[in-house]
DNA sequence: TATTGTTATACTCTATAACTATA
DNA sequence: TATAGTTATAGAGTATAACAATA
């Protein structure tokens, strides 16, 4: 186990980590912020789904993922059709317009990171995406559960 | 320089580790959110400085240092002088109460991490936070900057 | 005239609760 | 009765612009 010191530190990466988060957001195409950008991200990365998992994936509440949803699908880049199997779901789908933002996305993506570490090896990207996931797996399931006791917060972010 | 599909990767976890700030932001006491925990850990670690230079540190707009600021004042937990040396600055301070609070915080932030991260050793969470530092280095100056081009978005987060 | 800081306004994101429709 | 999803409301975070006071 790590020693305390390194989880004050960590603790503060965390919070500072914001900035670079922010600044990626910044370059996304017109009418697409970063939510709507991570919906269409692991609507491509795991194909079509219910809202239900969407917001697993997402890790936030599904009354939030609904206005995100709703949010891309007025510009017609998903399409949300009634589930076979249950008239409560609806499946998600990527249009092909859908598609052409995601490209558009990458391309952006990319060139950003491209720009900002361009000194950086292939290697060290790749041990801090490795990391990330496991920082993520270790949290397990972060979204909010009921019942907190009444000297934490319940926040917004 | 790394791969592209390395970048896509970065993008995505950088999207989804909001998660784990959101989880470590719930477990803050009372009265104390996310930013205040920033301006007070910076106060701490840098010593008494002027607005300017927490909005810096912060990589968050003025305006927004501001509120943030006047959150944790009225608690008592920094006070505000007068810069002797330029009357339109104000000099911010910890009080006794702000560094109470603080230990506080730390203890929370590493009991969390500490039962989340069990199974990290203390070169894991050492290495990601280098990385995490790095990361951050490289992106540099994150605030917002004048003149935007009109394909881009100029977002809140 | 330029800079430091504050305030007003608007937008994004998230959580809780109440509600509808279906299982 | 329980579950999938939507909508209304509230709160936190940030950016831009307008403003006041001082340099």
Tied chains: 1, 2.
């Excluded at 909010?144 to 000297?151: C, L, M, V, Y």
Aim: glycine share 6%; hydrophobic share 40%; net charge neutral.
């Amino acid at each position: 186990m790590a020693a305390h010191r390194q989880f004050e530190e960590l603790a503060r990466q965390l919070s500072a980590i914001g900035a670079v988060k922010r600044e990626m957001g910044r370059i996304l195409p017109q009418d697409c912020p970063p939510a709507s950008a991570g919906v269409l991200t692991l609507l491509d990365r795991h194909g079509e789904m219910r809202m239900s998992q969407l917001a697993e994936l997402l890790a936030i509440d599904m009354s939030v993922t609904s206005r995100h949803v709703a949010h891309v699908a007025e510009r017609g880049w998903i399409e949300r059709e009634p589930d076979p199997a249950d008239k409560r779901s609806r499946l998600l789908r990527l249009t092909p317009s859908g598609r052409e933002v995601l490209e558009e996305l990458s391309a952006r993506y990319t060139a950003t990171l491209a720009r900002y570490l361009n000194d950086w090896s292939d290697a060290d990207v790749g041990h801090l995406n490795e990391l990330l996931a496991r920082l993520r797996t270790s949290f397990g399931d972060c979204r909010p559960r009921a019942h907190h006791d009444s000297t934490t917060r319940t926040p917004a972010e």
